[in-house]
């Protein structure tokens, strides 16, 4: 499966995802929705918080032209609403993926999908 297909498909094509993207950890992009668009500095910003959370905590996380507030983050996983909408972001051992839910979709279920996916990718080394 093509990193597009896993964007498509096992993300926004569950319809609990609105806009996702998969990125390495050196901020390349792999796959992502047509309609998504991530800053360079957003990227690399979002890949340092995993380690060290304090700018996305003091200034949120930046994806596609909204700031989202930081909600709460670990090693693995940040999460970020504005509004009804939301952000989750999951890392594996060569990626991040980004799942992003629109105004009526369910951030529980948004967040089972992206973390799904994120942990089928780990288990099989990326």
């Known amino acids: 499966m093509s990193w597009q297909e896993y964007v498509d498909s096992n ?11 998969i990125f ?3 901020g ?4 992502a929705s047509k309609d998504l668009s991530i800053v360079q500095v957003d990227i690399q910003t979002l ?3 995993f380690g060290n959370p304090n700018e996305i905590q003091a200034k949120g996380i930046h994806l596609d032209g909204k700031k989202y507030v930081h909600l709460r983050s670990d090693a693995k996983s940040i999460y970020g609403r ?7 972001c999951v890392k594996t ?8 839910y ?8 948004s967040t089972v999908v992206v973390e799904a996916l994120g942990d089928y990718l780990s288990t099989r080394g990326y």
Request: proline residues 0%.
């Open 93 to 100: 051992n060569q990626a991040v993926l980004i799942g992003l």
């Open 82 to 88: 504005l509004g009804s909408e939301g952000v989750t």
């Open 47 to 49: 890949i340092a918080a």
């Open 11 to 21: 993300l926004v094509g569950t319809g609990k995802v609105s806009k996702a993207a």
């Open 28 to 31: 390349s992009c792999w796959a």
């Open 102 to 109: 629109a105004d009526g979709m369910q951030a529980g279920t």
């Open 24 to 26: 390495g950890l050196d």
